[in-house]
């Protein structure tokens, strides 16, 4: 088994692979985070969503970002903007993003409310048109999933047929293991520290699956006893506030396991699981905070059959 481990997107990748002559792929692997970066980073000013979000009337997409934006508005459709990819302002505002926090009212939220909205963007021909110049896109929650969905479309390009791909969390698997075995993917345990060590809550065994988690207890910042997560909900302007700790996505790619995971930790856990009835697509494990604060785990029949030792 060939394993190639690296930091990309602010994050840890490790890809391993079965190849017959054991081949190092890191440096084409490299290559398409550098692409995908030059893309959709929002911390590289160079960036062609960079360019969009100051609004250079010279941007023109390319294949990365006209896929990922497509796929967004279809998600943001489906979910009635709960998931959002106009929250760029927000997530700036909250100290989320590249900027300090500011001091935040309902003034500011309202404000900042009205550059908010999937509805207020067009992309067409290769081009975004905003309603108002002020508002910035953030393709954080999608764009390292449909990562993970690149590096496999590269590795099937080789002709492998049995691969592990995790970028920073979100994975993607492709056929099993020589010896027949599934690949074994572990869902963390939500902590109270976001710097606590990691522990494993479940391990699932995926074969031509993807995997993909948003939590609350990693990225936060608490304020006069109030906790803030990093997922803002695009409706009240504010980071959502629910019972989830966390919410692990199955999809069959990465795209759609990392938007629809964080787009439920907008909706909450009754609203996720009343939108999974209709999308039997998707599978998925919830782990929140009952009445009494105890921890639960709740999933889908499709979820729990993944369920390995």
């Known amino acids: 088994m060939v394993i190639i481990n690296g930091l990309t997107q602010g994050t840890y990748y490790s890809i391993k692979y ?59 459709r489906e979910t009635n903007g709960l998931f959002d990819i106009t929250v760029g302002q927000l997530v700036n505002a909250w100290g989320f993003g590249f900027a300090n926090k500011l001091e935040m009212n309902q003034n500011i939220i309202d404000s900042l409310l009205l550059l908010t909205g999937y509805q207020k963007i067009n992309y067409d021909n290769k081009k975004v048109v905003k309603k108002y110049p002020r508002i910035k896109m953030d393709f954080n929650a999608i764009a390292q999933g449909y990562t993970v969905d690149v590096i496999a479309e590269m590795l099937d390009s080789l002709g492998l047929t049995s691969y592990l791909i995790d970028v920073g969390g979100e ?22 520290d976001m710097n606590a060590g990691r522990e494993i809550e479940i ?17 936060y910042f608490e304020e006069n006893g109030v906790r803030y997560s990093h997922t803002i909900d695009p409706h009240t302007g504010k980071p959502a506030q629910h019972t989830l700790l966390s ?18 930790m907008v909706m909450g856990l009754d609203s996720a699981k009343s939108f999974l009835q ?17 921890m639960e785990l709740e999933m889908t029949t499709g ?3 993944l369920q390995t030792e």
């Not at 209709?278 to 105890?294: N, P, Q």
């Open 203 to 219: 391990v699932v065994g995926l074969t031509d699956k993807s995997l993909a988690t948003s939590g609350s207890y990693r990225k």
């Open 278 to 294: 209709k999308h039997s697509e998707l599978d998925a494990c919830f782990i929140y905070h009952d009445t009494d604060g105890k």
């Open 18 to 76: 079965f190849e017959a002559d054991s081949s190092d792929y890191s440096l084409l692997i490299e290559e398409k985070f550098g692409e995908i970066n030059s893309s959709m980073s929002i911390f590289d000013t160079s960036s062609i969503v960079s360019h969009f979000n100051n609004n250079d009337s010279l941007a023109v997409a390319d294949r990365h970002f006209d896929r990922v934006i497509t796929r967004a508005l279809q998600i943001s």
């Open 171 to 192: 994975v993607r698997s492709k056929g099993k293991k020589p010896d027949g075995s599934l690949w074994k993917v572990g869902v963390e345990k939500p902590t109270e």
């Open 303 to 305: 979820f729990r059959k």
């Open 247 to 264: 919410v692990s996505v199955v999809a069959n790619n990465c795209t759609d396991a990392d938007a629809y995971a964080t787009a439920f």
